[in-house]
Structures are given as C-alpha cells and as structure tokens.
Antibody
Framework: EVHLVESGGGLIQPGGSLRLSCAAS????????MNWVRQAPGKGLEWVAI???????HYAGSLKGRFTIYTDNSKNTLYLQMNSLRVEDTAIYYCARGRPGIGVDFDYWGQGTLVTVSS | DIQLTQSPSFLSASVGDRVTVTCRASQDISSHLAWYQQKPGKAPKLLIY???TLQSGVPSRFSGSGSGTEFTLTISSLQPEDFATYHC?????????FGGGTKVEI
C-alpha cells in the first residue's frame, strides 16, 4: 500500500520561503512520477509540478522560477521549495503519485499540508 | 495551455438520480482524461482514467465516456456517499490542468 505524508506547511509572510516535504512509503519516488497539486480555499485543484525519470521536471507556467520540485531518494521523500511567496500561494498543497498509462493519472494522494501566506 | 471547462459548476440532485457532468477541453486530448472525487476536508480520489476506465475499487455506478474534446462522467444512481465535488484533469500535455470542479449536492 502506498502512503504519502506531507509536512512543512504553516504561516509565512509574503516574500518568504518554505519547503514542503512528502514522505513516501510503498513506492519509490525515484522510480515513478511525483507531483504537487494545490487548492486555494474554496477553489478548484491546480497542478503545480511533476518530477520523473531521475530529474525531469515540468511546472505550471505561473510558478516556474519561484518553485522547485526535487527528490531525496535516500529518504524516499519529495520536496517543493517555494520562494518569493505571495498571498495568492495560500492553499492546501498535496503530493500525488503519477501512474503512467494514457497520460499520467494520480492514483495516490497525501492528506495535504496548509500553507498560509499573510502578513 | 489546455483549458478544461466543466459544467455545471453546481448540481442539485437526490438519492437515486442519474447524474451527468461534462468536461470540455480547449483542444483535442484524445482519451487523456481522468476524473476525481473530492469530499470536504479530504484529498481527491481517482475515479476514472483514460476517459472511461474505472479505477480499481470504484463502484460500477460510475462511468466515463468521450474522447477528443468532450467528456462525461455519469453516476447511474446517486448514493448518499456520492455527494462531493468532481474534477476532470487532462493528461495530454504539460502543464497538466484541471477543470473548475462540479459540486454535487442535495
């Protein structure tokens, strides 16, 4: 059974940085597609980034340059480094495992970690 | 970027109703579409992938259809546990995108 557990969320001032973690068990983060998805309060889902194949990454266009997705294979953990945070980055951040097939659907999700950007 | 438009945004229904949610893509995405169910305070759950394949463990009252630019999610007989928000997602090209969601409520 695959389990994903996010951590690292909290209250941060605009302009600050935060690193989110997603500890995986039952699946190797280095051997699959791993994603971050966020959801602002009362809003829909927004895909953030994906990493696969040992380091290939893609980002939502609006976030590229501020956010960095990476893995620590020795810890089997996915990370999201978020810099220059803005109020509009306030959201629950989920990690999700991507399963390749007809595209890469997201078959396992963590419980999410809340990031609040506010002064 | 590929835009996904879901309709309706809100749907009021009763137990036993047949419910249909539509997702339209701004360009051809073949069958590269997934549907997720999300309940309040919970993470999304994969229901359907490849536009029409039911994820393991998902009740057979859920079904998906469509290809190209128009897709539907159908619940044949709505159950109390089905009241939730449903999201479509295109998996054809990056950036991956979600529809705006459809909230199914009583």
């Amino acid at each position: 059974e695959v389990h994903l557990v996010e951590s690292g969320g909290g209250l941060i001032q605009p302009g600050g940085s935060l690193r989110l973690s997603c500890a995986a068990s039952g699946s190797s983060v280095s051997e699959t597609y791993m994603n971050w998805v966020r959801q602002a309060p009362g809003k829909g889902l927004e895909w953030v980034a994906i990493i696969y194949g040992g380091g290939t990454t893609h980002y939502a266009g609006s976030l590229k340059g501020r956010f960095t997705i990476y893995t620590d294979n020795s810890k089997n953990t996915l990370y999201l480094q978020m810099n220059s945070l803005r109020v509009e980055d306030t959201a629950i951040y989920y990690c999700a495992r991507g399963r390749p097939g007809i595209g890469v659907d997201f078959d396992y999700w963590g419980q999410g970690t809340l990031v609040t950007v506010s002064s | 970027d590929i835009q996904l438009t879901q309709s309706p945004s809100f749907l009021s229904a009763s137990v036993g109703d047949r419910v249909t949610v539509t997702c339209r893509a701004s360009q051809d995405i073949s069958s590269h579409l997934a549907w997720y169910q999300q309940k309040p305070g919970k993470a999304p759950k994969l229901l359907i992938y490849g536009a029409s394949t039911l994820q393991s463990g998902v009740p057979s009252r859920f079904s998906g259809s469509g290809s190209g630019t128009e897709f539907t999610l159908t619940i044949s007989s709505l159950q109390p546990e089905d009241f939730a928000t449903y999201h479509c997602q295109q998996l054809k090209s990056y950036p991956l995108t979600f529809g705006g969601g459809t909230k199914v409520e009583i």
